[in-house]
């Protein structure tokens, strides 16, 4: 009996990004190795976002690196199981660099939507600071996603499960991340209570609320 080593006959491009994912991991550890250590870190101590959360922060190849990383992982793993959990014709009819155009777009206009919110209100500097937090927690969730990947592609589970568990995990490293922010910046956050539920609402949960209506459209 022949061992069978693609159990979802996964194509040719899809072993491609994930071996690229690994070369970008590759990268990141050789070039940056204190900053890799530390981001790989991230849920056990702080001290890579206060660290590394300084000026231009954002133009740092490191940061590139994962972003480019997460985008990959995020946009597969939508890719493997949107169309498994939401019976869609829409969904159905898209491919993957669909999903990525549309990740990419997500995680562009974001930060522009939110440095305008900054510099309206008169907050950009603090704004950037939690933005970068919240990135840095997004990247790191990334790599959660692409073990799920993995485990998709080569490994016999039941997709549901697969799913609703990466999903779970990414929730409790956010809740992490969004637990850090609220405690860092309390005092500001009761002063300003105010523009804090507009920015929550308009551009943390607003968005979500409409990429959940789409998928259940």
Known sequence: MEAELRFH???DWVIGLLWLSLVLIS???MA???RHLSFSNLINHNKYVFVY???QAFLHPFQWLWGIFAMINCSLFIFFFAPILF???AINGLNYWHYFALIGVFVVVKPILQNIHGWLFGNKKLLNEIIFKKNSFFNYCSMILFTANILF???PLNA????YSSLFLCIIVTL???ILILRNYQKYILHNVFYFILYLCALEIAPFLIIVSIFNT
């Not at 549901?160 to 799913?163: A, E, G, R």
Request: hydrophobic content about 45%.
């Open 9 to 11: 006959n996964i194509p």
């Open 27 to 29: 990268l990141s550890k």
């Open 32 to 34: 940056y190795p204190q």
């Open 53 to 55: 959360n300084k000026k």
């Open 87 to 89: 019976e869609n014709a």
């Open 153 to 155: 592609a080569f490994v």
């Open 160 to 163: 549901k499960f697969l799913f």
């Open 176 to 178: 992490i991340g969004w």
